[in-house]
């Protein structure tokens, strides 16, 4: 394997890392939602800077292989594709951290178990987790026929969470959380949808260094 | 490992290294660029004395390899250059066989064991990456190769006589894309045992296979840092200019 060869499976090694690390934070997230545990909540929280540090060394790496390599073809649309896919992880991480620092919050509240239940969010979080692997799968086998699917599963989550809204609109008019609950469980939902919107970014960028093809903004 | 103190160099009256300092580290490549008559093919050669055949020439300072200053009158030239191997533009192959090329500095040392000859050709073509393209036309002639394997026979011919640095003048100016990969391919395996110093017109060249980066212009040494530091933040305007191709 040439040298340049060489650097870009370091690359692909350290966004591989970092995923993995992303898909945990996530899962933990949401075993901590669920099940109102503070503890793997705060551990979610004390992990969030290990995926900064990715991000930044990710970074560094692309700007010293653009800088050294002048890559060109598929060597800089993997480069380019790993630097907005480690954004990407980045801000997923960011929002497990929301979601836990939210359980911290608001664990000792079981009234909210049942709105939980009703606003879908497991089958809202199992979605996202599925689209975040079966997205490293895609990478990791460069195998672009999956894009079609994971994509698909958004409108999964995008349904549900249109749905959201009147529900915790119910549940305050009904009296079953307080507007300041409610108010405050609208970004966990919001994070999780979002979490499947940077999904499919992950997808359209692995589509980009793979078939060389541009989805942003196709529908 | 390799050191230059207030080294200044004159050809004639014409002042083309000025007060150059620079300390490169053992097993490392190490790359000079800069535009053309800046005074980087000179600082090269100066580590293996190949100046001193120019007539009307002087330098001044402290040339060191390994704390030992290669201009003091003790030191023997002839076992300088066998520690000290040096590539050129264009493949140079003596008219003789492939394996009489490599075994060449061999003999003249004074080698005449055959198996301890054929035992050093051997390692010196597998370490250049040519043996398996050659080994079974060793008794041919060396011009019969491409351009690309003639300039790894060079590189075996000046491995076989185990040297610790190797010198590298613009060394694949005149290859193809493909026989360039192979050779910038071996400087990166060869690194681990030896010191490889190049200059090179290419500055892609020099960001991809060196560790460390010497920017000349004009007989100075400008900037000398690492390659990242050099192609991402160079610390000075000189520099980004230069490598932006804004220069001049």
Known sequence: MKHTEKELVLLKDEVSKMWKLVYSQLEKAKQAYLANDVNVAREVVSREKRVNSFELRIDSDCENFIALYSPVAIDLRLVLSMMKISVTLERIGDFAEGIAKYVIKEANSPELDELKKDLQT????????????????????????????????????????????????NAISNGKITPQQGVRIIPVVRKIERV?????????????????????HSK | MLETRKVNFYYGDFHALKEINIKIPANSVTAFIGPSGCGKSTFLRLFNRMNDLIPDTRLTGECLIRGENIYHKSVDVSVLRKKTGMVFQK?????????????????????????????????????????????????KSAFELSGGQQQRLCIARALAISPSVILMDEPASALDPISTSKIEDLIHTLKKDYTIVIVTHNMQQAARISDKTGFFMLGELIEYDDTK?????????????YITGRFG
């Not at chain 2, 003249?108 to 301890?116: K, L, M």
Request: glycine share 4%.
């Open chain 1, 122 to 169: 497991e089958t809202m979080f199992n979605t996202v987790i599925e689209m975040l692997s079966e997205s490293f799968l895609a990478l990791d086998t460069e195998n672009t026929k999956l894009a079609g699917k994971i994509l698909a599963r958004d409108e999964t989550v995008d349904e549900i969470y249109s749905e959201s809204f009147n529900i915790i609109a």
């Open chain 2, 91 to 139: 493949p140079n192959p003596f008219p003789k066989t492939i394996f009489e090329n490599v075994a060449y500095g061999l003999r003249v040392d004074g080698i005449s064991n055959r198996s301890f000859i054929a035992d050093r050709v051997e390692q010196s073509l597998k370490s250049a990456a040519l043996w398996d393209e050659v080994k079974d036309k060793l008794k």
């Open chain 2, 229 to 241: 530091k050099i192609f991402l933040n160079p610390s000075k305007e000189e520099t980004q200019n």
């Open chain 1, 196 to 216: 499947g919107d940077h999904c499919s970014n992950i997808v359209e960028e692995i589509v980009f260094y793979i078939d060389a093809k541009v989805l942003k």
